[in-house]
């Protein structure tokens, strides 16, 4: 029988500062950038489109002939006379017959431009012509089949690059419109930067962002934007000039047809259109502090590193980049932000280092940039990194070199089940306040439901009653087109004219919105302990596979450790061709399995699958998994190496050559009662009181508040209640899961609330 909840909030008992806890992580994947917040609608403007990109790609990507009536052109890229070095192609149409007009079209992203009815349209290109051109340009929008919603007339008028602009007024509304530039006349016109805006960008910047996106991004209120990834930020090239660099913030700013056209990691082709002047921008504009995050000349991905004696031009780039940020304008990368439109500096406390490190290179190189930065600027907070796992060889790398050079956050990773992460809500609480901070920096459980969202609401009163150990938190990743899909979940899915937020997106906007400025003492009694339950041991088939190679295992032996029997593989020595095999099928709960194991050829190693339950479902429960902990270890050819696994209850090891490589516990998930944290904001005054209700019931409990001296209670109750857990937003149902709203008054001494079952109830108090 349950006793009386209480939960008891004493709200002159301040504690620690929530700092700039919740915040948003930009990250360029998914056409995140272009083709998602930057708003362009052209895609391949310069024509810099190449197999570098993406092996599909060619310099006419997303670009169409137009020969209408009897007309004839040819149309190719040329790079002898470009418009600059940077952007060395630009587009010939060599006219041949103009019939009633030949040129070009752009398809645009998704299913074309999306047009809409009244809208001005801000089109521009750099153009020349040869002296046999003599006629206008015609620019148009229009359908799929040739119906105008817009036109103008450009004359160009010189041999020499000039830029045009036109602004163009949509007629109708259509998803799937091209963008069309056409001639009558003879002779040849070269295009290049050819771009279309709409004229409405939020908060109407020029070269601006998309308003419906940037409006959701602004409406979570994010202490702070981590930008621009990600794996982006450091695979690639270690010269800034290649194609196929790392992310170079230099190359970024200034004239868009001065940014060099850039590699993607994630498959695509970048602009850098929206680039690091816009990214502090739209930092301002939506009242978030930037966390740029910048390479340390090393790529984990490729084991391309800069030598240490040249390390001193990149750790330049993140001087320069403080300087451009917040220098004033006498100084020259402050000079430089003013002459690009912005006097006033724009401010920054933190910078990361690196994205998701492995391997001792990079620790190597991060000291020299911790060292010299700080010795420079010792406010600036430096971010140092954990890699990308939440526990094993990497992360406790990444720790160790945080405290080694007093880094003062580590930016750890961590995409998991939502039952790793109720087992892990703990996760901080023994975590030293003296010691580097915690940056959350990419974060979420795999998927876009409302129990995937309940979840991580229940783990962010975790990290909320953890800011002695948690100095900053986002979700990741952020944006996705869904044409251009490279990683899901994400938080906010778009095409070219629709948006919508997924639950996971409510609960960041609840958290961000009310998150307040310091902790109050919340605490709770009566409740049940967690429900504990019982230890299930790790059984089940056992496998041994070879990953892409080809493998041989000998001297198989399983062992129970309780009674020393032992199971003899009955082929003492087999291959494994790219394959994998059953050893054995175990209900032991304390057993070791030992074997040698060689590599024949290929590029990868050898997996054990153990507590093996659904051979379908190999090494994932219900098509989920999470990486309790991760080593690098490469395999050579040709060399035998002892492989041995213990398993104790949850508990397990492996070895290698009987030196220990994981120690790792697989917590079952336990549910607490509830989930519950409180804070003030210094501005309102206003008491915030955050419950979360994962079980299956409803929990009621009496409020108490200590230290008002008033007898009503009034507020705000924002709450996300009665979803199905497997309930999710979409374009058809963009609403479906939502946070609801509603005011209240009650006496103070008698306040019970009923948290309904599976539930996030936010209190705001005035
Ligand atoms: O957010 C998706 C990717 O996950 C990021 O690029 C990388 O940092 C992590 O592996």
Known sequence: MNSRIVLNVDIKEKGAPLGDLFGIFFEDLNHAADGGLYAELVQNRSFEFDPIDNANYHSLTSWEKVERGVGKAKIHVEESNPLNERNPHYLVIDVIEPGDGVGIMNLGFNTGLPLTRGENYKFSCYARKDTDFDESVKISLESTDGGIYADAIVSVTSDQWTKYEVTLTADANDYSGRLVITTKSKGKLYLDMVSLFPEKTFKNRTNGMREDISKLLADMKPKFMRFPGGCLVHDGSLDPDARDSMYRW?????????????????????TLGLGYYEYFLLCEDIGAKPLPVLPAGYDPHHQRMVPINELQPWIDDAFDLIEFARGNVSTIWGAKRAELGHPEPFGLEYIGVGNEEVGEPFFERYAYFHKAIKERYLDINIINSSGPFAAGGEYERGWKSAKENKSDLVDEHYYQTPEWFLANYHRYDNFKADEPKVFLG???????????????????????????????????PMLCNVDYVNWKPDMIWFNNHEVYASANYYVQKLFMNHQGDNQIKIQVSGLEKPQKQKIASITGVISVAANQISAEFSEIKLKNNDTGEEIPYDDAFFS?????????????????????????????????????????????????????TQSLFAVDTDREYKLKLEVCGRHIRTFIDGEIINETEDKLPVIEPLYYSASTENSTGDVIIKVVNVQEKPVTAQLVLEGTDSDVLTGTIFEMSGYNLCDENSFEAPKLVVPRQKDFSVNVKDFSYEFPKQSITIFRLF
């Not at 060689?598 to 999470?626: C, H, M, P, T």
Request: net charge neutral.
């Open 250 to 270: 230099k190359n970024t700013i200034g004239d868009i047809e001065q940014r060099p056209a850039r590699r993607s990691n994630w498959g695509y082709n970048q």
């Open 442 to 476: 990419e974060y979420a459980t795999w998927g876009n439901t409302y129990y995937n969202a309940l979840v991580e609401a229940a783990f962010m009163t975790g990290l909320e009653k953890n800011v002695h150990a948690v100095g900053l938190a986002c979700y990741a």
């Open 576 to 628: 494994v061709e790219a394959g994998i095999s059953r050893i054995s099928e175990t209900d032991w709960e304390n057993y070791t399995l030992s074997l040698k194991a060689k590599k024949l050829s290929g590029k990868r190693g050898f997996i054990i699958y153990f507590g093996e339950e659904d051979q379908d479902n190999r090494a994932n429960v219900n098509s989920r998994n999470s990486c309790l």
